[in-house]
């Protein structure tokens, strides 16, 4: 079954340094893919990143990357030169290319980043 | 290209009474999805509307229902309120595509509060 594992509930970076986000996932599907949110205060959630289980190279998105470890079932988000407004929940998310179609949502990490 | 909108922003009801939320997906989205969050629980799946059809279905009593227009407008209802209603909800559109590479873009969220 799907199964998505956010182990962090929270976490503290200080500016301009880097934070990996861990998220460990299960599937039997071969194909899926897997999607990292940044949700603020405001409650909005925000597409941050996506990574394909095909994908042979990791995901960038400007200061985002996924550190995507296919045989450890790992996508652990990389932000790179934290900034204060990087402080949010962080959720990691997954979907299956077969079955119901469901997005499975990790619990989410907060994350507080220090001046 | 304009947004996931969701109406109203905020709501309050009291016990017993039903209400009813709005979501406008992003132009050529045809998949609308339903979420609520508490502190208590995180983000939980309520339902999934795909060409006007109800395509997915999480745990959630029969007083959440919800519905798809041909313009793939959704529109979610919760009769008879209870005090544990009160959440953010959430709603995102996708393409709709049959496969993990469909992402989800959420709205600006429905704060419910129940009194």
């Known amino acids: 079954a799907q199964k998505i594992t956010q182990t962090q509930p929270g976490m503290f970076v200080q500016e301009k340094e880097a934070v990996t986000l861990d998220c460990t996932y299960d599937t039997s599907d071969p194909s899926y893919g897997l999607f990292w949110y940044k949700q603020p205060s405001s409650g909005e959630m925000i597409f941050l990143i996506y990574q394909g289980s095909y994908d042979q190279q990791n995901a960038t998105e400007g200061r985002y990357s996924l550190n995507f470890q296919k045989a450890r079932k790992s996508a652990n988000l990389v932000i790179s030169a934290s900034q204060l407004g990087d402080s949010a929940m962080y959720f990691c998310?997954?979907?299956?290319?077969?079955?119901?179609?469901?997005?499975?949502f990790g619990t989410g990490t907060r994350l507080k980043v220090l001046a | 290209k304009a947004g996931v909108t969701q109406t109203p922003r905020y709501l309050i009801k009291t016990r017993g009474q039903q209400v009813t939320l709005s979501c406008s997906p992003i132009?050529?989205?045809?998949?609308v999805s339903w979420y609520q969050q508490t502190p208590g629980q995180g983000l939980q799946f309520l339902f999934e509307?795909?060409?006007?059809?109800?395509?997915n279905k999480g745990n959630f009593p029969g007083r959440f229902s919800g519905r798809q227009f041909s313009n793939s407008r959704s529109e979610m209802n919760v009769s008879t309120l209870e005090l544990g209603d009160s959440a953010l909800y959430l709603c995102?559109?996708?393409?709709?595509?049959?496969?993990?590479?469909?992402?989800?873009?959420f709205g600006p969220g429905t704060r419910l509060t129940v009194l």
């Open positions: 509307y795909f060409s006007e059809t109800q395509r």
């Open positions: 995102a559109s996708s393409l709709g595509a049959g496969d993990g590479t469909d992402t989800q873009y």
């Open positions: 132009s050529g989205h045809r998949s």
């Open positions: 998310a997954m979907r299956e290319a077969s079955g119901t179609y469901k997005y499975i």
